[in-house]
């Protein structure tokens, strides 16, 4: 089975520019997951869909970042203007439902370089 | 504010039993507690998730502290294979989603 898709894998940027990463759930799967993993803060939570719908997303940095999830099977994460201090691993992950008990299921990642 | 606190790094000896503990002392009785490790260059993977009692799969065993404020993933004859960043996390404040997970220990095995 198809795990997690996350596109693109690599993408270097220059500040300022407008950032894009696309994320396929795992079919069937009801909750979307977006972190953040940098060496300093390790794997921080940005934002969490249940049914599409964003329930938290306290982890949001600022404003220049946000998400979207139009159907069951793609959700994006826009860094707009992006900064050098963006410059960090993205994980999508997804996960039967929301409930704490279910296995959270990650992709490869997103690795952003913002120059 | 709810924390998740690991040793930063751990080492074994290929063929002996690891165990990597956990504190996660804000958390609610009916938040379970996972454990995924990381590869490098990897996106982290499931291990073992528990709620009250300890748990086994084919992959580690998960030991509960009574009181739920600790946890240890146990790792019974560590491989080459196992050398990754394991990450201890858990849902705090009851609701759905909020898996907030520790800074993780990087297991190192030796030969």
């Known amino acids: 089975d198809a795990g997690v898709i996350q596109s693109p894998r690599h993408e270097v940027t220059e500040m300022g520019q407008e950032v894009t990463l696309r994320c396929k759930p795992i079919s069937g799967h009801n909750s979307l997951f977006w972190y953040r993993q940098t060496m300093m803060r390790g794997l921080e939570l940005l934002i969490y869909f249940n049914n599409n719908v964003p329930i938290d997303d306290s982890g949001m940095p600022e404003d220049r970042f946000s998400a979207k999830m139009p159907n069951a099977s793609f959700s994006t994460l826009k860094i707009q203007p992006s900064e050098p201090r963006d410059s960090a691993v993205y994980f999508c992950a997804s996960s039967l439902t929301g409930h704490s008990g279910n296995t959270i299921y990650f992709g490869e990642g997103s690795w952003l370089t913002v120059v | 504010d709810a924390k998740t606190t690991q040793p930063n790094s751990m080492e074994s000896n290929e063929e002996e039993p690891v165990h990597l503990p956990c504190n996660h002392s804000?958390?609610?009785?009916?938040?379970?507690i996972h454990w995924y490790r990381q590869l490098p260059s990897q996106g982290p993977e499931y291990v073992i998730h528990?709620?009250?009692s300890n748990v086994n799969n084919r992959m580690a065993s998960l030991a509960i502290a009574e009181d739920r404020k600790s946890s240890t993933l146990i790792l019974h004859r560590a491989t080459l294979r196992d050398a990754a960043v394991y990450y201890c996390?858990?849902?705090?404040?009851?609701?759905?989603?909020?898996?907030?997970f520790g800074k993780g220990t990087k297991l190192s095995v030796k030969p």
């Open positions: 804000t958390i609610s009785g009916t938040d379970y």
């Open positions: 528990g709620l009250t």
């Open positions: 996390g858990t849902y705090y404040g009851g609701s759905q989603g909020n898996l907030i």
